[in-house]
């Protein structure tokens, strides 16, 4: 039996509060897929949320969690800010989660 660490936790309640804002399943955000541009968006919000969490996650352990480096990560991040400001879309993805308590 594998016990949940607090990261895992909060990984999967990001990964379902993303699925229901965007559509897109868990199993494809945890991909190594990136041909699809709707699932790197829906990567990065996760990405967001678990840095933002009230445990304040480090890129390395939201890395780790994700199966990712700790550089895709503050890229993801930062691409997700640049993109908030200019697309609508993804800000009116980005309000749904914030009305779910997490800051993005």
């Known amino acids: ?11 999967n309640q990001c990964l379902i509060d993303v699925e229901e804002v965007t559509g897109i399943k868990p199993n ?17 919000f996760v990405y967001a949320m678990m ?18 480096t700790h550089g895709s990560v503050m890229n993801g991040i930062e691409t ?3 993109r908030l400001t200019y697309e609508k879309r993804l800000k009116a993805r980005a309000k749904l ?4 308590g997490y800051r993005i």
């Not at 969490?53 to 994700?66: C, D, L, R």
Request: net charge positive.
């Open 1 to 11: 039996m594998k016990i949940k660490t607090a990261t895992d936790e909060a990984l």
């Open 28 to 44: 494809e955000i945890l991909s190594k897929n990136r041909s699809y541009e709707n699932v790197c968006l829906a990567r990065f």
């Open 51 to 68: 840095r933002s969490h009230e445990n304040g996650f480090s890129y390395t352990q939201i890395a780790k969690a994700m199966g990712r």
């Open 97 to 100: 989660l914030k009305q779910k």
């Open 80 to 82: 997700l800010a640049a």
